[in-house]
């Protein structure tokens, strides 16, 4: 396992010229453009592959000596436009996203606790950033995807800390309403990756007829290529296909041995219907079949999310993940393409598998999320972490989370270690903030109940809240017992001049209030998150925070 440090991706622009992009795609169907007008058929999913005698079945071919662009080397570039040529509009009803409802403020007197289960997947963010050139889909908007997309300079825990993680706090005002104050929570994850006897990986990827677009299996394909080189002799890769029916391309074949697992991605055809509940219990019984003691144990399922062939809704899937759970074996997802991704069915076999959820519109995305966070995706230091967060009804009145509306939990779920939660990798952070009303100014007055505030009159302490943290070792088991940690966030926790930090994702924050259409977004507005996010770009050795104000710019635009 290679586990290179980060490197700056190339600057990408949002919009590819029009004329630019057709010629790329014409290159990737074999034509030129002189031959754009002519009636040849020609094979759009396919970069240079092994030539091979059909397989029979619909079996997907396996071997076979590829051309040398074709083995993974480095100084390959797959003919992609990074991101890809401005699409059409989205036909209504092609694209499908859980609309969860979006939290109210709370009066502390009568719900003085807010709880929530942890999230690191990026996908929602990387899928606006698409959007932005068709049309935004508001209810596929989740605004702690947003904000978690990006690193912050959240101090770690130093060597050897009790905790794996560390929490860090800042109190300001709210940037969209001057009379109320924005508290943000940071869980920062140790970047020391656990002791580890090597990966067994299954990929798990869609070969559909769905998948039959330039944006979706070619791109699977090299981005898979950029992951195989990430690993060496002592991991282990099966790769499972699915269709109408599924297929084992390989079987626990060395992680060292790059240029057969590229030349089997690059041999991928699409076509058929799509089962991918069958292609889910194949890779996990490959998975527990090769599984590697004290290893990281996962199937990383690739695809459009558009199953209509065997189990294939949310709730029937997800059933299926979590009674595979307590095998050791995580899901991450991966999704790709456009017009009819199924966003609420990929996000839940995440959520549900003990994995995360990334959306890839671009070579360049892929490289961001399986090759500079490797360590982070594939390697958990924290499990079932939830956070459970007091608020002081001496101090704040009433309150709201932002985000987080698919991951609420009921307040006794904190302390239950049968509920399952978000698993946080190395590296990983998460971000959370909570919009307070002070107290007085909306009428509400103290709480009662077993709590660390209710046995205080009102003015004895001057804390916003006390975060608490529970969270499971990832060698103990499914049946191991939780950890809890407490942090208090006392006066001393607001600032008139907020971090680089806060400022940055307050303003990605923002954002999301305005494309989810939030009924509580105020004064929000997009000039104030650009110039915010603009004047707090810190160092930015990978460029994604001046993309985010290039985001901004191309949200303005659309009207």
Known sequence: MNLAPRRPAPAVPLLVPLAAALSVVLALAGCTAQDAGSDTTTETTTLTAPDTAPLPDGAQALDGASAPEARGDQSFVPPYPEPYPEPGPVEPGGEEYDDSPESPFLDVATSPLSTFSSDVDTASYSNLRRQVNQGVAPEGVRIEELVNYFDYDYPAPAAGAERPFSVTTEVAQAPWNPEHQLAMVGVQATEALPTSEGNNIVFLLDVSGSMDEP??????????????????????????????????????????????????????????????????????????????????????????????????????????????????????????GMYNLKDSMMEAIADHGNGNYAYIDTLAEARKVLVDEFGSTMFVVAQDLKLQVELNPAVVGSYR??????????????????????????????TAFYELVPAGSDGSTGSDGDLEYSDR??????????????????????????????????????????????????AVAELGLIATGSEYRADANLDGARARAAGALGADPYGLRAEFVDLVDAYRAMG
């Open 215 to 336: 944006d979706k299996l070619p791109l699977l394909a090299e981005s898979f290529a950029l992951l195989v080189e990430q690993l060496d002799e002592r991991d282990r890769v099966s790769i499972v296909t699915y269709a109408g029916d599924n297929r084992v391309v390989a079987d626990s074949v060395p992680g060292s041995e790059h240029g057969v697992l590229v030349d089997h991605l690059r041999s991928l055809r699409a076509g058929g219907s799509t089962g991918g509940a069958a292609g889910l219990t194949t890779a996990y019984e490959l998975a527990e079949k090769n599984f590697v003691r004290g290893g990281n144990n996962r199937v990383i399922l690739a695809t459009d999310g558009d199953f209509n062939v065997g189990p294939s809704s949310p709730a029937e899937l997800t059933t299926l993940v979590e009674a595979e759970r307590a095998s050791g074996v995580y899901v991450s997802v991966l999704g790709f």
């Open 401 to 430: 989370l932002l985000g987080y509306d698919n991951r609420r939990l009921a307040d006794e779920d904190f302390d239950d270690d049968t509920k399952d939660a978000g698993d946080v990798g190395a590296g990983h952070s998460v």
């Open 457 to 506: 009159e009102v003015g004895t302490s001057d804390d916003f809240m006390t975060v608490h943290v529970r969270y499971k070792s990832p060698d103990g088991g499914p049946s191991a017992a939780s950890t809890e940690a407490e942090f208090p966030v006392g006066a001393a926790a607001y600032t008139t001049t907020p971090s680089a930090d806060f400022e940055f994702a307050s």
